[in-house]
């Protein structure tokens, strides 16, 4: 990169000024108006910290998307948007690829972008950014020229830079565990800040050499401290942790040069910007740095990149013909690494001008060391001396590469060096560069093949978005804050601040026939909560319910009916932001975290809109996440749906309420023909048949005592029949009546103690018995219209996503038929989670009766714990009167006995379109059209 032609450069942000101020009278440098900008600028850039925080975006800023290869590399697409990085302002006017970032043109590939996982492996690659700032002068952006000036450079300006890079194999698919590991990675370039700046721990200390000393009274010996003529600026530069490199004037003399060959070798330059005078000519044996391009602007002008290849003066400048020889040649490819970008026609245009293509050129800086012609150009660490200047250096910590110092010598005080840290304690630290790190996403690749990008910037609203919060009302914690409600009048809006304390609750608060109501709070700090309460917060006949930062703790299962921590009915709009609600568990389905419901029909279903976005549901043992009813668009993503809680009740205490009995008992039968061998786990039932009658039943020796009577009384079933081949019919009906008698053992406690095979079997569940989530998401009711499940995380549900509209009654078929309209599921992570007591029926997704269904890019995974091995799970399932689309791609779905299940009603609409492509599954796929 450039340097700025400065005198010195001695802010310390520590010593808290505020400004600069001119006084008459007195000279002005250059050092002045710089500090003023610094000052300035660092006091934005930590007010964008208190305001916006360490990083985040407002809207798909950098985030990536649409996952590819590029020369067998990974490589992807940035958003457009923005990005507040270390108080920094990143953006992205447009869509860029991965591969060709314009602020990365020495992007490489095969270093740059990692491969693929080879052989279907699955893997956690983080992809994240970094920014800094760095100068820009004229000869690079030849823009900047004031031509009336005849030709001189007058400033320099600061452009912010960013990079978009790939660490392969973190290891965790979280994205705070992910960075942590990155940042130990980085251990050795230094610490992460708060503010997300990587603060190198080197230091730099200067001293003076040993002063000569003389015996001739003609030839006095000189004094120590700094030697040279010249004010100078002394710049000293990180190369690697084991080498730098130095020279006068902050190294800033920097030309545009092509590279020509001389002998084979490219090893000859032609200066295309004139030096000023022959004092800045380049001399035989002074230091050079060989710089290709960085970055592009806009205008096509082209930015230098941070480092090059650095190299000797062979032959000094030639006036005449502007050339001169180096002593080492760059490698292949050091300037040409762009050239397999599409979009180069932005900013390279040939220029053939005596037979040299002027605009394919590199960047030439000069690092003058004044008579010191011979140290080496990357001097060790050890090798202090900086020439015949008078002042050593030493690093008190290895360097980071690009990292510089600029030491301020005036031979007015050789003995002084600004600033003093050099000097002083451990020494100064850095100048620059100072970088700034972010994690972007996470990219899970899927064994089997396909990926899924998990994006980990944090979000804000910008100010203008966000509306009046504590204005009309605020609640006070602790007890009666529910009269608030009070003040609001019939059809009445109203926005309510919830500062951060306990709202407890003693009776359900309902709010009805108002207006617009917004409740804002402060996060998890604002808690409403209620003991022995089924339903916290009840809004009946509203136009809309907006939640936001509020922590609801609700959803007691001690009553009989179905009811939820927040409880909507009737209303047109529903919406809640960074929530977190959490419901108890019990035995039965009776609690769900947000229960929105609208009586069929009524203007309100027909205009009712739902939207969760990044909120956090707690859902208790065997409940539901949200119950959504007659709605007309709902919106669920990047939230999460999780257990609350990891302890159970114990099945022999469970076993007291009849549905749990009556789904235990349906887990546990599974009918088997007559001389297939037992099943691994489970419990059997067995008949066999004598010329056509019934003559022996019996449930496998778990039951068998307790079954005498139904073996001995069962021998003729009424309306038991046999097929003509001479097995059992009508299984169904046998299978509900010996289920009868299974559930009277299972609720016998001396069946129970007394059976040691059923007792076995009950305790493997008991000690494999975690708590599971019975529903993530229910979309039901007789009208659904569109329904987007996105980016959702939702662990250990028996049912993650169920989206049916039906109703009770004889099935409608064609334009009345109950459907929902467009049905997207896509970009989620689903785990299921069998659970003794749990709904019977099992899946991951399932859509039933829908105009349009989307599934895509979803990872489904199925854990199948003791004792219940046996039972059938759909990994997705769509099912009923489907419409014109239904498309299944891209989805992995792993442990399920039954990987995907479509199955048509009635006929199918003509030119309909059914695709199940791309999936990866290890279990059955089971179309039928």
Not at 262 to 291: F, I, M, N
Request: net charge positive.
């Amino acid at each position: 990169m450039s340097t700025i032609d400065l005198s010195r450069d001695a802010t310390d942000f520590r010593k808290q000024y505020a400004g600069v101020r001119m006084q008459q009278g007195r000279v002005l440098t250059d050092d002045d108006f710089n500090e003023a900008a610094r000052l300035d600028a660092e006091a934005l850039r930590r007010t964008r910290l208190e305001t916006i925080g360490p990083y985040g975006s407002c809207d798909s800023g950098f985030l990536p998307a649409n996952l590819g290869t590029f020369q067998g590399r990974v490589t992807f697409d940035l958003s457009a948007g923005s990005l507040e990085l270390g108080g920094l302002r990143l953006e992205l006017p447009g869509d860029e690829q991965f591969h060709q970032q314009k602020n990365w043109l020495d992007f490489e590939p095969g270093a740059d972008a990692p491969l693929p996982p080879q052989g279907g492996k699955s893997r956690v690659d983080l992809i994240w950014i970094e920014a800094w700032q760095q100068p820009v002068s004229a000869v690079e952006d030849r823009e900047l020229f004031e031509v009336a000036l005849g030709g001189p450079d007058t400033s320099t300006r600061i452009r912010t830079m960013q990079r978009v890079r790939i660490m392969p194999d973190v290891g965790s698919g979280d994205c705070g565990e992910a960075w942590h590991r990155a940042c130990l990675s980085w251990s050795q370039l230094g610490s992460m800040a708060e503010d997300m700046e990587l603060v190198p721990q080197s230091r730099l200390k200067v001293t003076f050499t040993e002063p000569s000393s003389s015996a001739s009274l003609c030839s006095p010996g000189l004094s120590g401290g700094y030697l040279g003529a010249e004010n100078q600026a002394i710049r000293v530069q990180a190369v690697s942790a084991t080498h730098f490199t130095w020279g006068f004037d902050n190294a800033a003399p920097l030309y545009r040069a092509v590279l020509m060959s001389e002998g084979g070798s490219r090893v000859r330059l032609r200066l295309l910007t004139q030096p000023k005078d022959a004092v800045h000519w380049p001399l035989k044996g002074q230091v050079v740095e060989l710089l290709p391009w960085g970055a592009a602007l806009p205008n096509g002008e082209r930015v230098a990149e941070i480092g090059g290849h650095f190299s000797r003066v062979a032959s000094s400048y030639e006036p005449d013909s502007q050339e001169f020889t180096i002593t080492t040649a760059p490698a292949a490819g050091f300037d040409s690494r762009w050239e397999n970008r599409t979009d180069k026609g932005n900013f390279y245009t040939p220029s053939i001008v005596n037979g040299v293509d002027q605009e394919r050129f590199v960047y030439l800086r000069i690092w003058n060391r004044g008579e010191d012609l011979t140290s080496p150009a990357l001097m060790p660490l050890a090798s202090g001396n900086l020439g015949q200047s008078g002042l050593a250096v030493s690093f008190q910590a290895p360097p980071r590469a690009g990292d510089y110092w600029i030491i301020a010598a005036r031979p007015s005080a050789p003995d002084v060096v600004t600033p003093w840290s050099f000097t002083r304690g451990e020494g100064a630290r850095p100048n620059g560069i100072r970088r700034y790190r972010a994690p972007l996403a996470l990219v899970k690749w899927l064994p089997g093949g396909g990926a899924r990008i998990l994006d980990c910037r944090p979000s804000f609203r910008p100010l203008t978005s966000q509306t009046r919060c504590c204005v009309d009302l605020v609640a006070t914690p602790g007890q009666g804050w529910e009269r608030i409600f009070e003040r609001i009048p019939e059809k009445g809006d109203a926005v309510i601040c919830f500062p951060a304390g306990q709202y407890p609750l003693e009776t359900t608060v309902v709010v009805v026939n108002r207006g617009r109501l917004r409740l804002n709070g402060a996060g998890p700090a604002s808690r409403i909560h209620g003991i022995g309460l089924n339903t916290l917060l009840l809004f009946k006949n509203c136009d809309a319910v907006d939640l936001r930062d509020l922590y609801c703790l609700g959803g007691n299962v001690s009553a009989d009916g179905l009811f939820g921590t927040v409880c909507c009915e009737e209303t047109r709009q529903v919406y809640l932001s960074r929530v977190a609600l959490r419901c108890k568990g019990g035995r039965e389905r009776r609690v769900a975290c947000l229960r929105v419901m609208n009586t069929p029909g009524s203007h309100s279903a027909r205009s009712c809109r739902v939207t969760i976005d990044t909120c956090d549901i707690y859902v208790g043992h065997l409940q539901t996440g949200l119950l959504l009813l007659n709605t007309s668009q709902v919106v669920l993503r990047h939230s999460r749906i999780l257990p609350a809680g990891t302890t159970v009740e114990r099945v022999g205490k469970a076993l007291a309420s009849r549905r749990f009995r009556d789904n235990l008992a349906q887990s546990a039968l599974l009918l088997v023909k007559e001389g297939e061998p037992p099943l691994a786990d489970g419990f059997r039932y067995k008949i066999k048949v004598r010329d056509g009658q019934v003559v022996q039943c019996w449930i496998d020796t778990a039951f068998r005592t307790y079954l005498k009577e139904a073996v001995e009384s069962d021998k003729r079933i009424p309306g038991f029949r046999v097929t003509q081949d001479g097995q059992p019919g009508q299984e169904g009906f046998l299978r509900i009546h010996i289920m009868r008698r299974l559930r009277r053992v299972l609720g016998s406690t001396r069946a129970r103690n007394a059976n040691a095979a059923l007792g076995e079997w009950l305790n493997a569940i008991d000690s494999a018995a975690r708590a599971v989530i019975g529903q993530g998401v229910v979309v039901a009711g007789r009208e659904a219209g569109q329904v987007i499940v996105e980016s959702t995380v939702i662990r250990n549900a028996v049912q993650g996503v169920h989206v049916g509209v039906s109703h009770a009654g004889p099935n409608r078929t064609g334009k009345g038929a109950d459907r929902a309209g467009r049905v997207i599921v896509r970009q989620n992570e689903i785990h299921t989670l069998l659970a003794a007591g749990g709904p019977l029926e099992r899946h991951a997704i399932f859509v039933g009766n829908a105009a349009s269904v989307t599934i895509a890019d979803n990872h489904l995974s199925l854990e199948r714990p003791a004792g219940l091995g046996h039972l059938p799970v759909d990994g997705i399932r769509v099912f009923g009167f489907l419409g014109e689309m239904v498309s299944i791609q891209g989805n992995h779905i792993t442990g399920y006995s039954t990987s995907l299940r479509r199955a048509q009603r009635g006929r199918e609409p003509q030119g309909a379109v059914r695709s199940e492509r791309d999936n990866y599954h290890d279990g059955e796929i089971l179309l039928q059209s």
